[in-house]
């Protein structure tokens, strides 16, 4: 008997929050704490929370940076992250095109 | 949101598709930018190599003033899209080659005060080559969707 697609979907990733910032790295180089917290709606606390698990993961890189006196801090996906989240959105298609599983 | 609850693969779906919308839609800036320095472009290497006195003050001004710009508006973004960055590298190269050819052309080759006809015709069509990878790019950024 094969197991439902759903049962691969990445845990770490298939959660909101996460997976909305996830998303947005994949199509991006890197983005901004600020452009992330404003386009998700989420608050400070909550994004740097997700982005701490991101991080343990190995998915996402943070880099923090110093104009002056104001210091910026950019996200990226690593490597892992992004064949991570490919693999996540192929196992969400087949779910959603009812593909069986090969 | 509530993050506590979790998204049915369609919710999932259609979350991807907003966030990677909202950073495409991002892009349409820098597309603007391209647009308004092609066409500069353009306008500036005639002026600076075929016009007399001000005008060729005015346009080094002008393009000082136009480069301070948009270095700061680089600097300042927030999100750099990965098939922005795409097209930029392959502009800029194609851009920095075109204008150096330009540039050389126009300050070394070419006869000036009065510049031949043909010369003139020559800078302008270089001018133009000039301009064109970024009005590519600023094409290729404000009309995807």
């Given at each position: 008997m094969s197991t439902h697609p759903r049962h691969e979907l990445d845990e770490i990733i298939h959660a909101p929050v996460r997976l909305s910032i996830v998303a947005a790295l994949a199509a991006a180089e890197k983005a901004d704490f600020r452009f992330?917290?404003?386009?998700?709606?989420?608050?400070?606390?909550?994004?740097?929370k997700h982005i701490l698990t991101l991080e343990e993961a190995g998915y996402v890189h943070v880099n923090k940076t110093f104009v002056g006196k104001r210091?910026?801090?950019?996200?990226?996906?690593?490597?892992?992250?992004?064949?991570?989240?490919?693999?996540?959105?192929?196992?969400?298609?087949?779910?959603?095109?009812?593909t069986p599983h090969a | 949101m509530n993050a506590d609850e979790g998204f049915t693969p369609q919710q999932a779906l259609?979350?991807?598709?907003?966030?990677?919308?909202r950073v495409r839609d991002s892009s349409r800036g820098p597309g603007w930018m391209y647009l308004v320095t092609g066409v500069a472009t353009?306008?500036?290497?005639p002026?600076?190599?075929?016009?007399?006195?001000?005008?060729?003050?005015?346009?080094?001004f002008a393009w000082i003033a136009l480069t301070i710009a948009i270095c700061s508006y680089w600097w300042r973004r927030k999100v750099y899209e990965q098939r922005l960055m795409r097209i930029r590298s392959r502009m800029t190269i194609a851009y920095v080659s075109a204008?150096?050819?330009?540039?050389?052309?126009?300050?070394?080759?070419?006869?000036?005060?009065?510049?031949?006809t043909g010369w003139a015709v020559a800078i302008i069509a270089l001018a133009v080559i000039s301009g064109t990878p970024l009005l590519y790019a600023a094409w290729r950024l404000l009309t995807r969707r």
């Open positions: 992330l917290r404003d386009t998700i709606e989420v608050s400070d606390s909550l994004l740097s210091a910026r801090t950019w996200l990226s996906l690593t490597d892992r992250g992004r064949a991570a989240f490919q693999n996540y959105m192929d196992v969400l298609r087949r779910i959603t095109e009812g | 259609r979350e991807v598709g907003r966030v990677d919308g353009m306008i500036y290497w002026v600076m190599f075929l016009a007399n006195g001000a005008a060729s003050v005015v346009a080094a204008s150096s050819v330009t540039f050389a052309v126009g300050a070394f080759v070419a006869p000036r005060h009065p510049t031949p």
